[in-house]
């Protein structure tokens, strides 16, 4: 029979207990709640400027005069520098620690690392376009605005897909470059060893 008062008998230190915080799994668990969010936010307003900005260069095609043509200029470098530039580096740097704390480094998340790639190059050829812009008489390249909005769509919906559905995919069906860390800075073909130097005779 365990006597009423012998939960009182029982130390009490709660010092001996892990503090909730950053120190102890609590900690961890905030770190990825936050570098979660952090990255979700970042995906969202970066996805919304690269599908935004096409609309803004087309913009480029209806301009009347100068005041015009500032006007859609100045927002058109809003939405690149100002939206979708910060965001993509909060998404990419969120994204990386979230790797390196979570280790979930799986098949599925290194074809999700091959969407994000292809989201970057898009980004890249939008900031090229809106360059070429900056002349009032230049024209929108309309097939090259059409083709990166296209690939930018497509690549994020496989992004989003392979997040929610996280499927199982033998890393064998991978190429040797995304399975083997280091394969692409080892040289084609290995480099033979010289021969050794012969010691000079003796006079």
């Known amino acids: 029979m365990v006597h009423p008062f012998a939960a009182a008998a029982e130390p009490s230190d709660r010092s001996a207990r892990p503090a909730p915080g950053w120190g102890g799994m609590e900690g961890i ?3 990825m709640l936050w570098l979660k969010f952090l990255h979700v936010a ?3 307003l970066w996805v919304a400027g690269l599908l935004y900005l096409p609309a803004m260069l087309w913009a480029h095609h209806r301009v009347r005069d100068q005041q015009d043509f500032a006007r859609i200029r100045m927002a058109s470098r809003f939405v690149y520098m100002g939206l979708a530039s910060p965001a993509a580096f909060v998404a990419i740097g969120a994204g990386v620690a979230l790797l390196l704390v ?3 480094l ?4 290194i074809l999700k690392l091959i969407a994000v790639g292809v989201l970057v190059i898009g980004h890249i050829q939008y900031g090229h376009v809106l360059v070429h812009l900056a002349d009032q008489e230049a024209r929108a390249p309309t097939l090259r605005v059409k083709a ?3 690939a930018v769509f497509l690549f994020m919906l496989a ?3 392979l997040v ?3 499927p199982d995919v033998a890393i064998d069906s991978l190429p040797d470059w995304a399975r083997e860390p280091g394969l692409l800075q080892r040289p084609e073909s290995p480099v033979p060893t010289p021969p050794p130097i012969p010691p000079l005779p003796r006079s």
């Open 164 to 166: 929610l559905a996280k």
């Open 159 to 161: 992004a989003i897909w």
């Open 148 to 150: 990166i909005a296209t």
């Open 29 to 31: 668990d905030e770190r």
């Open 106 to 109: 799986h098949a599925w998340m």
């Open 42 to 44: 970042g995906i969202a």
């Open 102 to 104: 979570a280790d979930a």
